[in-house]
């Protein structure tokens, strides 16, 4: 029983590496389609997060998002809440959220020629997350699971 809860807690661990990865993949495709629909049919933000065909992991954060907007017109406020409520489903760090929030805050604030230049930041800045979300995942995740079984089978053979 004990091995299998330590274990569990290292998948857990392990899963919440392979969500940030799926989620910062699906975020930087986010971003290129707002970018595609301000660039080409100069349309708000607010339409844009209800005109995003939502896929799996970024879907919760959208759907969420697309809820607060129904509540509230503040674009940015809605933005801000949703993630602050989604995060921890996936595993996002501080680093990750201070950057998203970011986009969501400045996204329709100002021409569409500086929204367009935010977005391109915004991708460049995606990418680098992402890219720390793979090696994280690919250098502790098989740590995780390995910990969560060694330390279980320890814990037992102290109890024997």
């Given at each position: ?149 060694t330390i279980g089978t320890g814990l037992s053979l102290l109890f024997i």
């Open positions: 029983m004990l091995i299998s809860c330590t274990s569990w807690m290292g998948y857990l661990a392990s899963h919440k590496l392979l969500m940030r990865k799926i989620f910062m993949e699906q975020y930087l495709q986010f971003i290129g389609f707002v970018q595609v629909q301000i660039g080409y049919a100069a349309i708000s933000p607010y339409k844009i997060a209800k005109k995003y065909p939502a896929r799996s992991e970024i879907g919760i954060f959208l759907e969420d998002l697309k809820q607060e907007l129904a509540c509230r017109e503040n674009f940015p406020k809605a933005w801000s809440n949703s993630i602050k409520k989604t995060k921890r489903e996936f595993g996002l760090t501080e680093s990750d959220v201070d950057m998203i929030l970011d986009f969501g805050e400045k996204l329709g604030t100002s021409d569409i020629r500086s929204q367009l230049k935010h977005c391109e930041v915004h991708t460049k800045l995606a990418s680098e997350h992402l890219k720390e979300a793979e090696r994280m995942k690919k250098e502790m995740s098989r740590l995780y699971l390995t910990l969560g079984i």
